[in-house]
């Protein structure tokens, strides 16, 4: 059972703005705004508040993903982001990664957005996001493929992880949560 849908957004968001956003995550962390009680490299900010057009065109093509996905508009209570730079190196146990996003008395939608390659032997299959939609220890786990410019939006309610990391370069991402 299938929970989450893509949504693509290359041509509003090219490869040389998805670059830059990458600098800019890098920048972010090189600055200390990073968790250091989560998985590595995980920013501190809202990244979606970065003072650049680039972050509102993320966060509007977010906010349409996850009303698209829903198949409707809502009341917005919040949205939060957070960009994440990880390679091989920055990998630990894999099963310390699982997490679902909760709020109570709220909905949340969630997605992740894909922001490079780190290098072309990378398995797109298997790197992306891997999904527990009937819970991390029962049967019905699998992986949603890396799509490079797209955001994959699911309930946020929904057990998930990073994909298998296998690059020593850099993967960067974008998630994100809405709350209705």
Known sequence: MQVHEYYDWNNLIPESVRNTMCDDINNVIAEGHY????PPYQTDI???????????????????????FMGREAQIKSVKSWGYKT???TQEDRDIYWHQHLREGSQVVSGVYYLNLPDPSVDIATSGTELAPNGVDKKGKYFAEMRIGNWIIFPGNTWHRPGVLTSNNNRFIVAADMEI
């Open 87 to 89: 390679n091989l190196s």
């Open 46 to 68: 809202n990244i979606f508040g970065l003072p650049h057009d680039r972050w509102i065109n993320l966060k509007m093509s977010f906010i349409w993903s996850c009303f698209a």
């Open 35 to 38: 968790w250091k009680n989560s």
